[in-house]
């Protein structure tokens, strides 16, 4: 148990369904990411929020679309996805502590695993 | 851009023995943190070792030690005495120390625990 959690853990669904993912840590951090994780492939980062200020999106299609209310929660809303969108969606948060030093050990959560069927 | 490459994508060791993992990465910076992490089947990621670049100590954690080779850009996973529970997915991953919020993960390596 590393203190992020993801919900649900396994999701089907069609191309025309939307559906969201949730991650929350209980860690008192202030960073959040999403990943992707397919088979044979390293993971890719998706999305990053610092201080609930989205910081880094690496080209991802906007089919994907995050939400970070506060430090604690993410969402990943998922809407009209393709069986390539099928993976393990992998959430994790750490603390990053402005000026010159961080400390960025990342804590993941269990992870969604998406069918798109 | 930053690289991370595994080079065994899958290893198997004997209960009891020793296994070195390997990493190497690609970077211009001089100040970065290296980590591996483990995945079980449960597939919870979890953090296993952690390396300072500006150290030139290796990271050791009980049974888990680093050889960190800076000029080569090398970061091997040593584990010793292994254990049943130690098989699972094991991934190295980069990330700088100033800049932005970029990690940087390699393509694993399956680690099976021969009983």
């Known amino acids: 148990e590393t203190g992020v959690t993801q919900t649900p853990r396994h999701l089907v669904m069609g191309m025309t369904n939307k559906k969201s993912l949730k991650c929350e840590q209980h860690l008192g951090h202030n960073a959040m990411y999403w990943y992707k994780q397919s088979a044979k492939k390293p993971l890719e980062l998706m999305f990053v929020?610092?201080?609930?200020?989205?910081?880094e999106n690496n080209s991802v299609p906007s089919r994907f679309s995050p939400e970070c209310p506060n430090s604690s929660h993410l969402f990943l809303h998922l809407h009209t996805l393709q069986p390539e969108d099928s993976a393990l969606y992998l959430c994790?948060?750490?603390?990053?502590?402005?000026?010159?030093?961080?400390?960025?050990?990342?804590?993941f959560g269990p992870g969604t695993r998406l069918l798109v069927l | 851009a930053q690289t991370v490459t595994q080079s065994q994508p899958e290893m198997s060791v004997q209960e009891a023995e020793t296994v070195t993992l390997s990493c190497t990465y690609d970077t211009s910076e001089s100040d970065y943190y290296l980590f591996w992490y483990k995945q079980p089947p449960s597939r919870q990621m979890i953090l296993v070792i952690r390396?300072?670049?500006?150290?030139?100590q290796n990271a050791t954690e009980n049974r888990f030690s680093v050889n960190f080779q800076k000029a080569a850009k090398s970061f091997s996973l040593k584990i010793s005495d292994s254990q049943l529970g130690d098989a699972a997915m094991y991934f190295c991953a980069y990330t700088s120390r100033y800049t932005g919020n970029q990690f940087y993960f390699g393509t694993g390596t399956s680690l099976t625990v021969i009983p």
């Open positions: 994790a948060s750490s603390q990053t502590i402005k000026r010159d030093k961080r400390e960025e050990t990342q804590y």
């Open positions: 390396q300072e670049a500006y150290k030139q």
């Open positions: 929020y610092n201080f609930k200020e989205q910081t």
